[in-house]
């Protein structure tokens, strides 16, 4: 499930500004009308899993069977999507409430249960044949839409074990996630924040929303006392999120070993059928190019009258002003926006926004940040957002509904099989849109502030998504060929490897910014790391969003249906695929080159501005 961070206010301060009205809390109703629906449902559910047992041996019978089985398995397989959705959103409305804590937890354990249940699939099919397999899909026409999923369990013939070792490899499940359920719990529950006082006078409890909020702000001092109260309180436990970290990379190279893998990273990035040659073009295009981000950092240096660039300088917006937007001028915005992709996306994207399909506004307990859930396919996509009255809000309404708009086009068109899709293509859709608002921001500013408002937003969009994200990508490269490599790796020697990088990518023995020893603690700030080899993903698809974006606004022919059809094809094929045939080759430098002079060319229009407003000597 895609997720997107955005600065989140206090609870407190966005309950005074907001009397959030109901039509701006999503109707999880659509879903199921009651609790006792939803376990009505998991029950349906839970007996559905010896009928799917029941197929264990079958599947090679006939071509009726073989399709009874798999009609059982999607079906199955789409009610366990919704009962998910629902539990996971009824607990991320509110984490402190009980009945979703509950519900989330259930799911689990029945997700589980599929896990296991369904385990036999891939060595079933791989003992079939591919020679039996086609004959099936040739006698019956209507099994077309299993081609890719059959044709891809052949393709991992070499890593599949058998039905009993996959089986107990499947009893394993609910271990896989211990670690990062671990780090959750200490990183947001029970880590006990520093209070600081700031430069007004006030206190703060330095939790991640706090933290997220006051890491920007004007005053530097205030800004030095968060970041190094808010590392130092994970300096800590330095060994405990070592520990943790580490006991999540040992799940992975092992699950790797047993499924006959080099290493991690062949075994992340072969789900999807992404080259190596992608993460390795990535990684080289990033660091051919940091001079890009050096300048950058010099940019904003000068923007915030700094001389001595430092960590706790780089979250301050570039442009300071009070420009408030409220949700429904986020929503008539982003509609503006995305006219260029047709009468029909339109209408689309505004059906969602009229009935209900988004949590806006922040809410005590309720879960930071932002992210879009598009599984439950007879229903809708939900958007939970934190809404705070600024351009960066907008930004993630764009970026939210293009997840959204994904799902509901790759839903409509496509069976239930084929209509999910991979993160490597689900973050074209939201930073494509980013793009297009930016465009129509650009088109309808009355001043130069407004316009260095919105370059300013879009230049750190890339900053973070491309280069940052590209940061982590490598940080984990390293942590897990060490341990794919047997070696020992403690929270002491995590921080030292981030802190390494941290200060190559920011050019700190070049002076352009600062990386105090702390700083190096953000390693253990990062949940992404818990999810091996998936950060890169947002680095390669904003490449990607930007490319296809420029060719649709330039009008290009037949640009926005190639693009429209990449959305509207979900998992028919490999993401990788899709994107080529789209247009773009991310294992190519050519993507990472146009996001690197799109870059440029946003600070080159800074510049140029700020070369007007200069003083005439």
Known sequence: MPIRLLAAVAATFALAVHAEPSQDRWNLEDLYATRADWDADAARAQAQLKDVAGCKGQLGRSAQRFKTCMQLLDDTQKRFQRLGVYASEQHNQDTGETTGTEL???FRVLRAGYGQAQSFVRPEILAIGKQKMDRFLAQDKTLAIYRHDVDDILRGAPHTLDAQSEDLIAQFGLSNDIASSTYTTLSTADLPWPTIKLADGSSVVLDQSAYTRYRGVQNRADRKVVMDAFFGAFKQYERTFGSTLYGQLKVDSVAAKVHRYPDVLSRAIDRNAVPV???????????????????YFRLRAKLLGVTDMHYYDIYPPLV??????????????TLEAVAPLGTDYVAGMKRGFDNRWMDAYPRPRKLSGAHMAGSAYDVHPYVLLNFNDDYESVTTVAHEWGHAMHSVLANKAQPFTNAGYPIFVAEIASTFNEVLLLQHMLSIAKSDDERLLYLGSALENLRGTFFRQAMFAEFERVVHAKVDQGEAVS???LTKIYGDILRRYHGDAEGVVKIDDVDAMEWAYIPHFYNAFYVFQYATSIAAGSLFADSVLNKEPGARERYLDLLKSGGSDYAYDLVRKAGVDLASPAPYRSIVARMDRIMDEIEAIQARRAPKS
């Open 491 to 493: 929270g002491a020697a």
């Open 104 to 106: 989330d937890q259930r």
């Open 320 to 333: 300071s002003g009070d420009r408030r937007y409220s949700l429904d001028d986020a929503k008539r915005l």
């Open 277 to 295: 040659a992608v993460y390795d073009t990535l990684i080289s295009e990033v660091n051919t190019h940091l001079p890009t981000l050096h300048r």
